[in-house]
């Protein structure tokens, strides 16, 4: 999926740069990160230097000579369809860019912060000019250098001429802190001045695409988390179903290898009918496994997870009933959460079974969730008071051979952990008994 929208973003600057389009000289994509707290660069399309530029702009009037607007905005968008973005150098540098989301980052921060267009005419003054001067002139010069186009001397300094040309920055959504900002400008063209209204209007029809096709891609994206959820629920279920009555007939079998080599054939025979029993209730096991439903992955508030951990803790008739604190009811996840409520139980009966069994002080668990401030997750803790986990097997625990009686219920826990794009680490000491840490990424703001 990366791959598909990274080509229909590339389709779309090229038509905001194409002659037969908008006509500009450069199109970036920044898309808010993870944190909300900078622009990424994601996407560009243009030159670096005037001389790439113009070297473009001859190949493509060589190829579409005699060609109608329609059949050569065509040619360059099917030519545009083949090319990878990456191996565009000004696409790298755009994508080496930050910018702090703060009102005094310049034109695309306060696009994005206030969810309306930004328009810099020629010469007026921005702090975005920085970004733009590194990617007209810096990198153009690094590049030329690299490229042996002429020779500086290593004592010699050049500082490149400010970018003071016209550009614009429009925010995918018109609406304030969206998911990102479509920025055009006018750099390498003989007139740079004004960026008129029509052309603006225009602009913000591409970022409104754009914004379409990212939306597009993540749904796309979480479908295929969904088909993953319910390929793991279904191989859990049936193993679930199928696991002990496969360790039963198996150990029938022994039994009735024993009464054959021994000629005892009567209770050989009451064998094999209790093998054919256990056969026929495996069948319909299975069968109730197939009609097993996928799952449902949605917004979830952090209370009502913890809620779910709790009353399956009571079903698995848990003996030290875990104690919550949610600090951030009201914040959500996007999950299963009976898949995620599941797994975390799970844990919670493996170490109140620890603690029945070497526990010297009175059993407690606590399980709670909050918001972590500074990388947009929610954290929850499960903590005890039961024996601690050694060192040297806090990442062992949650490999395949490790306790394999236990049915990898640990592995399932990180597999589980991991689908929903989270982790999960023990900090417990040996004072404390175990600790264990699982961060989800918190909902994605709706746009």
């Not at 063209?189 to 029509?198: M, T, Y």
């Not at 279920?237 to 024993?258: C, K, Q, S, T």
């Not at 990388?375 to 990442?395: F, M, S, T």
Request: net charge negative; proline share 5%.
């Amino acid at each position: 999926m990366p791959d598909q929208l990274d080509t229909d973003l590339l389709l779309l600057l090229t038509g905001v740069t194409a002659a037969q389009g908008l006509a500009f000289s450069r199109a970036m994509l920044f898309l808010t990160d993870r944190t909300r707290k900078c622009l990424q660069g994601r996407m560009g399309v243009g030159a670096l230097t005037r001389d790439d530029a113009e070297g473009a702009w001859n190949w493509v009037k060589e190829r579409t000579a005699g060609f109608g607007d329609q059949t050569a905005l065509e040619f360059l968008l099917d030519r545009a369809q083949e090319t990878k973005a990456s191996e565009s150098r000004f696409c790298a540098a755009v994508r080496g860019q930050q910018v702090p989301l703060d009102l005094t980052s310049g034109a695309p921060a306060l696009s994005v912060i206030e969810g309306k267009a930004v328009v810099r005419q020629g010469g007026v003054d921005d702090r975005f000019r920085d970004v733009l001067t590194r990617l007209t002139f810096e990198q153009g010069l690094a590049h030329q250098a690299a490229a042996g186009a002429h020779t500086v001397s290593a004592h010699t300094t050049v500082e490149p001429p400010r970018y003071t040309g016209a550009f614009a920055c429009v925010p995918l959504v018109r609406e304030p802190n969206g998911p990102g900002v479509l920025i055009a400008d006018r750099a390498f063209l003989h007139d740079s001045g004004r960026i008129d209204e029509g052309l603006l209007h225009c602009l913000e029809t591409f970022a409104g695409v754009a914004a379409l096709v990212i939306k597009n891609a993540e749904l796309q994206d979480q479908i295929e988390k969904q088909k993953l959820a319910g390929w793991w629920r279904v191989m859990r279920r049936v193993w679930d179903l199928a696991g002990p009555p496969l360790e039963n007939i198996h150990r029938e079998v022994r039994f009735l290898e024993g009464y054959i080599q021994n000629h005892m054939w009567g209770q050989a025979r009451s064998a094999c009918e209790q093998v054919e029993r256990r056969i026929v209730r495996l069948s319909q096991r299975l069968n109730d496994a197939a009609r097993f439903p996928l799952p449902v992955i949605g917004a979830v508030r952090l209370a009502d997870l913890l809620q779910r951990i709790r009353d399956g803790a009571k079903n698995e008739h848990v003996r030290c009933q875990p104690q919550l604190d949610c600090r951030d009811p009201e914040i959500r996840i996007e999950c299963d959460p009976e898949m995620l409520a599941g797994v975390i139980v799970k844990l919670i009966v493996i170490r109140d079974d620890a603690m029945q069994e070497g526990g010297k002080r009175p059993p407690m668990i606590r399980v709670s969730g909050e918001a972590e401030r500074h990388d947009h997750a929610v954290r929850i803790e499960i903590i005890d008071n039961g024996p601690h986990i050694p060192k040297e097997l806090k990442e062992l625990m949650f490999s395949p051979y490790f306790f394999p009686e236990s049915d990898n219920h640990l592995v399932i826990v990180r597999d589980v952990i991991e689908l929903h794009s989270g982790h999960i680490e023990e900090r417990g000491t040996v004072d404390s008994g175990a600790h264990f840490v699982i961060h989800i990424p918190q909902l994605a703001i709706e746009s």
